[in-house]
């Protein structure tokens, strides 16, 4: 997977230290109500398409870029799934991630899915009633997207 630059920069000075990270979920469906999702080439696993927000940039845009970066495909963010602060993680090289995850429900807009950057290396559209295994984080998202226009989740919220 490609570090940002930015995320390069910082580790140069923290090293593997826990690193605060802010990050997107794109729950991706057509007009059948198909999910999108990417194999993840470092994992082999299925995922929603997810990744790190830029500096400055807005979550939205983030999820809009993400989703067209790993797959081809342009989406319109719909509205905010959820807001959850995850787990400590911790890369295959030892660095260390506090990421604060901001799920989104997107449709497409154009393009044909295909796999569009080496984070992956298989791209497909699953029914709900299909979908593989998904970490409980994305999963979550994804029951969120399906449940219709409910409030965003917010974790530890009652």
Request: overall charge negative.
């Amino acid at each position: 997977m490609p570090v940002p630059e930015f995320v390069v920069a910082l580790r140069a000075k923290i090293g593997h230290a826990p690193l605060p990270l802010s990050g997107v979920i794109a729950v991706v469906l057509d007009e059948r109500d198909r999910v999108l999702l990417v194999r993840r080439s470092d994992n082999g696993e299925w995922a929603l398409a997810t990744g790190c927000l830029e500096p400055g940039e807005q979550p939205a845009d983030g999820a809009r870029r993400e989703v067209y970066e790993e797959t081809g495909v342009v989406v319109e963010v719909e509205r905010l799934l959820s807001v959850e602060a995850l787990d400590l993680s911790v890369a295959p090289n030892g660095d260390q991630v506090h990421w604060l995850a901001l799920g989104f429900r997107c449709r497409v807009v154009s393009g044909e899915a295909r796999v569009n950057d080496d984070e992956s290396v298989e791209v497909g559209w699953f029914t709900p009633d299909s979908m593989p295994p998904l970490p409980a984080h994305q999963a979550r998202c994804l029951a969120l997207a399906l449940a219709g226009d409910g409030d965003p989740w917010f974790a530890g919220s009652r």
